[in-house]
């Protein structure tokens, strides 16, 4: 668990510091996903996905967010 609080807080420092970074806003997705904050991993993989439309993972994370989020046709949307 002390790795996720590292990732979570080096995420955050990341997108504070520099937004523009897709990879440090998939970071937070992830931690957010492992944490299950599906809202929150939703919002930060649509961030990474504005900046990196070709982030296969953050698609992927936008499609599992929005099942946990009980929204099947938009999940399936996002994983095509």
Do not use: M, Y
């Amino acid at each position: 668990h002390q790795e996720w609080a590292q990732a979570e807080q080096l995420a955050a420092s990341s997108t504070t510091h520099d937004p523009g970074f897709a990879p440090a806003w998939l970071l937070k997705a992830q931690v957010c996903a492992t944490r299950e904050n599906w809202r929150e991993c939703e919002e930060a993989a649509q961030r990474a996905v504005s900046l990196e439309p070709t982030s296969w993972q953050a698609w992927i994370l936008i499609a599992r967010s929005r099942l946990h989020q009980r929204n099947p046709t938009t999940a399936l949307a996002a994983a095509r």
